[in-house]
């Protein structure tokens, strides 16, 4: 459904035959079930992406710690009042001030937009960047080229994740006036923020190949969850407090930093790991890393085909670090 159907065909293959050898009733119906239910959910994340968007006219509610502004250009992804699903919107500033408010604002502007909606272009040399199988693994199907569009009063009543959003781009603002370098790394580590200059920035990180370290392998939860158990200990909390803020201050900075996919794996293990502890499962690092891996994929089924995903295949052949 999601990606090469032979190479799946032959993978289904040695799974189904590997797990017909163990002979155990329970292995067999159990893994029965969590086909059913992956293969279901599968079908209906699929269902919703291939619906047909036509309408041309939105109201759409922008954050500036996620709005891309590069020079006049401007783009974002955000789910329109009305739609059934996010887009990627392109539009064109028409001013200096736009640009100004876009880039430096904080809190959430609201947008009257109106265009048309278009698909991806599809790659079409070997081995090129392929954008619509990128945002389709994203549950996003096409993009929303804007022709016009009016800037309206911010919302009177601010939700949750507005404010979330407002405190986020507060902490943008501030990496910005650090040197260039720690800033990038700052907001890409802390935030998930990425900057229209971040890939020329970071050229040492590219030529190394070092890109998954660098927040989307999750490898710095483990160095911020030490932090966090290293200043509870000094506390002198119990275990039980001690996991619940852990557990806390990991959703905390799941939500503050744009809930990626590959970030989700990491707080994941480290929520599963610290409960394994806590109450004595008896689960091995295979067992912590499975189960963040299913939840991973009910959550989003093709989040194998993404960096952080295709990480975690590296984790399992003992390559990654982690």
Not at 202 to 223: E, N, R
Not at 298 to 304: G, N, Q, T
Request: hydrophobic share 50%; net charge positive; glycine share 8%.
């Amino acid at each position: 459904m999601y990606g090469n159907r032979l190479i799946a065909a032959a993978l289904l293959s040695i799974l189904i035959m590997r797990i017909y050898f163990l002979r155990d009733v329970k292995v067999v119906s159990t893994c029965i079930l969590a086909g059913l239910i992956f293969a279901f959910g599968g079908l209906l994340t699929n269902r919703q992406v291939s619906a047909p968007v036509s309408q041309q006219n939105y109201l759409v509610k922008v954050y500036p710690d996620s709005a891309k502004v590069n020079g006049a250009n401007l783009s974002f992804i955000a789910r329109p009042e009305g739609a059934k699903q996010k887009m990627v919107l392109y539009a064109r500033l028409k001013s200096s001030s736009q640009q100004r408010r876009l880039a430096a604002g904080i809190n959430p502007m609201m947008l009257k937009v109106s265009g048309k909606s278009a698909p991806f272009l599809p790659a079409t040399n070997l081995n090129q960047f392929d954008m619509e199988k990128y945002y389709h693994h994203q549950k996003i199907q096409s993009c929303f080229l804007v022709d016009h569009f009016v800037l309206l009063p911010p919302p009177a009543k601010l939700s949750i994740v507005d404010r979330i959003h407002i405190i986020r781009s507060k902490f943008n603002q501030y990496c910005s006036q650090l040197p260039k370098t720690l800033g990038i790394y700052a907001t890409g580590l802390i935030s998930g923020y990425r900057p229209v200059n971040f890939f020329d920035e970071m050229t040492g990180v590219k030529k190394l190949g070092l890109l998954h370290v660098f927040s989307i392998s999750g490898m710095h939860v483990a160095y911020f969850l030490s932090i966090v158990d290293q200043l509870l200990a000094w506390l002198g909390l119990s275990r039980f407090k001690k996991s619940i803020i852990s557990i806390t201050f990991l959703g905390a900075y799941f939500v503050f930093s744009g809930g990626s996919p590959g970030l989700l794996r990491a707080v994941m293990m480290a929520i599963i790991g610290i409960l394994n502890r806590l109450f004595k499962f008896g689960l091995s690092q295979l067992d912590i890393w499975s189960g963040s891996l299913i939840i991973n994929l009910l959550i989003l089924p093709e989040a194998m085909f993404l960096m952080g995903g295709s990480t975690q295949l590296w984790i399992v052949f003992g390559v990654d670090c982690l």
